[in-house]
């Protein structure tokens, strides 16, 4: 079975760094791009960038160019998203999927950041 | 890119049909046969109901269909049943290994 397990819910501070991570499973992690989507409270869907593990190249959407890294480790078939220094507007949830094509097959179950002082 | 424009709200009784639109330009919608619509319930992650404008995944009931006519994409769902009641997202092709999300339309099933 195909599978993206992302990491447990974190809280944080403002100004505190986050790596959350996004492993798949049931496929060769490879050879399919990996998308991250922001989810804020009550909002829709924002596409944040895209990684394919095999070479790491990476495409963020503008909005997100310089907020986010986003990178994996072909060893441990795991995708991540990452913050330097959080703020609370970072407050969401995360989901990873899987691309095919131009469409997203397999999603995460999400990953929920809450930033507050 | 802006976001892909879609009504926030529709509704419609069990067994009735309802259409969900999703517009955007000819740099996205209206320029490549790339459209996804994705489904998700409270609390849960998005699903793929409708992918390339109009083909389902394999589990995905037949009730769900998908179209696109220049730069408006739709999503028909026929014989409404409560479980449908969610969120659906429109996501086009944009180029460039870009995609845009719509904003999302929340359907009542009443």
Sequence with gaps: EVQLVQSGAEVKKPGESLKISCQGSGYTFTTYWIVWVRQMPGKGLERMGIIYPSDSDTRYSPSFQGQVTISADKSTSTAYLQWSSLKASDTAIYYCARRVGAYMDVWGKGTTVTVSS | ?110
């Design chain 2, 1 to 110: 890119q802006s976001a892909l424009t879609q009504p926030r709200s529709v509704s419609g009784s069990p067994g009735q049909s309802v259409t969900i639109s999703c517009t955007g330009t000819s740099s996205d919608v209206g320029g490549y046969n790339y459209v996804s619509w994705y489904q998700q319930h409270p609390g849960k992650a998005p699903k793929l109901m409708i992918y390339d404008v109009s083909k389902r995944p394999s589990g995905v009931p037949d009730r769900f269909s998908g179209s696109k006519s220049g730069n408006t994409a739709s999503l028909t769902i026929s014989g409404l049943q409560a479980e449908d009641e969610a969120d659906y997202y429109c996501c086009s092709y944009a180029g460039s290994y870009t995609d845009v999300f719509g904003g999302g339309t929340k359907l009542a099933v009443l």
